[in-house]
């Protein structure tokens, strides 16, 4: 099978506005972000809403981080300033060194610095799809291309699928692009299978390892791809601050990788993180304790809100991070949205081809309970249902 497919913006998004129009989807709405202009009403209006849309941690930063970032507003007048000495906790943090860390505003910066690095010359990224749209956006937008494999039936990253199409496609791929846990679905790829991707490609291939949600993994098959930097190989693994720790207005996430590859993804990297953020995070790597806690009220409030929603009816995708996705059976996104809306909570943007599933991230228990409660009311009771999908991976 021919997996290679054009992913020209005009072509893409003419051809999702022909589809979304059918379906009664706004066309003007975006789907690699979320709408800007949404809360021109100010604080009053942003406050009222329930925010289980953006996969933000609703606790918001524990006081240790907060005291830090006061702390280093002191320096906001300075250029070369103390900054919470945060690249070396970062290197401590996962036993590597500073040239291994690459310091970014939010993991999104790491995914742009990657595509400008590694499509050029006319070079693509592969990967799969629904994934995480950024790192397929910025290719069009640097005028480059994707290869995108479709996921499997129980929603699963096709690993020899897309194994062999890098092969295959060698000489035109710039970078393997793999989200872990996968962004929209949840759904983790195990450490076996990462290893299978690290050992099956030609050894020179850079591959791209997204872990924004890591922290929120329960499943023992996971695992981190960090031990590959440590072994030399072509990995770089994205992080972030904006999930577990609770910075995402912060803007701040980091990549670490070979020294060498640190070298030539700095050359693009905007070095635009401020003095709070690198004051918060470095506050943020301490936190064991508090990261522990939202980690574990996001895995009961993860499990109890599926076990509800299936019991009304509603399958819910097995998720490894802070959000998850419902059925919505013969039912659209856009529409769900709106009616959401109505009732003053905020969930998740169309996924395509996705457009029966609701992505919902996980926020605080009365927020969860708000969104049951709305749920129940828009969408009427079914035969209860269980997953089909296990939520370990081979």
Known sequence: MDVRHPFSRRRFFGGVAAAVGAL??????SFGQVRTEQFT??????????????????????????????????????YGNPDGNIMQAIAEHHGVKRENVLLTAGSGEVLDVVGTTYLQNGKVVLGADPSYGSVYQHATTIKSDAIKLPLLKDFRQDIPGMIAAAN???????FFYLCNPNNPTGVVVSAKE????????????PILIDEAYHHFVDDPAYGTA???????????????????????????????????????????????????????????????????EVRKKVIALRTSTSKELEAWGYPVIPSQTNFFMVSLHDKTVQPTIQAFREKNILVGRPFPPMLNHLRVSIGRE???QKFLVAFKEIFPKRAPVTSNMAGGQQ
């Open 168 to 174: 295959r496609n060698a000489r035109d791929i710039g």
């Open 41 to 78: 009403g100010g604080e009053a209006q942003y406050d009222a809403y329930v925010k289980i849309a953006s996969n933000e941690n609703n606790w918001g930063p524990p006081p240790a981080v907060m005291e830090a970032m006061q702390h280093g507003f002191k320096y906001a007048n300075r």
């Open 226 to 292: 960090v031990p590959y930097v440590l072994e030399g190989r072509p990995v770089i693994v994205a992080r972030t601050f904006s999930k577990i720790a609770a910075l995402a207005a912060m803007r701040i996430g980091y990549a670490i990788a070979p020294a060498d590859i640190i070298q030539r993804l700095r050359a693009y990297s905007i070095n635009s993180v401020n003095v709070a953020a690198k004051f918060g995070a470095a506050a943020s790597l301490k936190d064991t304790a508090g990261q522990a």
């Open 366 to 368: 009365e927020d969860m």
């Open 194 to 205: 990462v290893r299978q991707v690290v050992e099956g490609l030609p050894k020179d291939m």
């Open 24 to 29: 009664g989807i706004d066309p003007k709405f």
